[in-house]
């Protein structure tokens, strides 16, 4: 059956990895629709897809799409993503990231849209038990906003048993990374991520760049991640979505690289890709931080036959640096 002549709906589609989305399935000749309340994303993010402005807890207004569009899948990628501010202010993270899935999910299947991409974390594992995390590793998350990922995935599966919901769950590492022909970047308001944050310091947007903790039991005392391109991410959407249509065959799927690097490192990389000096502070760790999160990806590569176009850091940096002045 082939889906790339159909309507997807994007819920998300104005954010960083969203609006990549739309950018990849454009190109793929699909048709994005993006739902997305701009809160977080941007207008100008989605370039031609057909935007709706309104929010994915709306029942009334989901069950208006749905009767308009004939989806092949809902992909959602709207969520509250900042573990810190989860510690602070739990219930914003329950309201948003798991009663806004609810009413999802519920509409979707009234409507007869069985098929569900969801843009899940690597925060659901909490602390390593062992050095590079599989699927199968054991489900314990210490924050707010992991605790949301995984009550998320748990209602996902509850649907399916309940409704005969098609679902793929991707575990997200570290998103990195832009637009290779710098037509999209990485733009929170306020930003919080790593390597846009150090990118801004090297273009003098900041002084300096805070280090938030450096007595982790790592390398250099600073947490270390697993960066993934976001068009690497995109793509393994892609081929979630061709297999979850095909073969109607649930799946849960790390996407990452499989190698660590620590914050100091991501630091001194930008400093050779971007030829400036950064300048750094240590702060106190952040709540809800663990020291190390690396994917075992092998699953997916090995069941859809993913592969990283672009595994390496100093490229994701150079991306999001080359992103960053010409968007």
């Keep these: 059956m082939r889906t790339n002549s159909q309507s997807i709906l994007i819920i998300g589609g104005a954010g960083y990895i969203g609006s990549h989305m739309v950018l990849n399935m454009l190109r793929a000749g699909y048709r994005p629709v993006v739902l997305d309340n701009l809160s977080k994303g941007h207008r100008d993010a989605v370039l031609n897809a057909e935007l709706i402005v309104g929010e994915a807890g709306d029942a009334a207004l989901l069950k208006q799409l749905f009767s308009k569009h ?24 329950y309201q948003n990231n798991v009663s806004t899935a609810i009413t999802l999910i519920n509409v979707m299947v009234q409507c007869g849209v069985k098929n569900f991409i969801f843009s899940s974390s690597a925060a659901v594992y909490g602390e390593p038990q062992y050095k590079t995390m599989t699927e199968s590793h054991p489900l314990a998350p210490v924050s707010p906003y992991g605790r949301t990922k995984w009550m998320v995935e748990e209602i996902i599966k509850d649907f399916a048993r309940s409704d005969g919901l098609n679902f793929a769950i991707l575990r997200y590492f570290n998103a990195a990374g832009a637009d290779p022909e710098a037509r999209l970047c990485e733009c929170h308001e306020p930003e919080s991520h790593l390597i846009p944050l150090v990118l801004q310091t090297a273009a003098g947007q900041h002084p300096n760049v805070t280090i938030h903790g450096n007595q982790y039991p790592t390398v250099d005392g600073t947490c270390i991640r697993d960066y993934i391109h976001v068009v690497d991410l995109c793509n393994a959407h892609l081929l979630a979505l061709n297999a979850l249509v095909k073969n109607k065959k649930n799946m849960i799927y790390n996407l990452g690289t499989g190698h660590g690097y620590s914050v100091m490192q991501v630091v001194h990389a930008a400093q050779r890709v971007t030829g400036k000096s950064i300048n750094k502070i240590i702060g106190p760790p952040r709540l809800g931080d663990v020291a190390v999160l690396v994917a075992d990806a092998s699953l997916v590569k090995q069941e859809l036959h993913w592969l990283p176009k672009y595994p390496g850091l100093e490229t994701m940096i150079q991306h999001a640096w080359k992103a960053m002045h010409l968007s």
């Design 70 to 93: 004939q989806f092949a899948a809902v992909m959602h990628f709207a969520s509250f993503i900042d573990v810190g501010e989860s510690v602070k202010f739990p219930a914003k993270y």
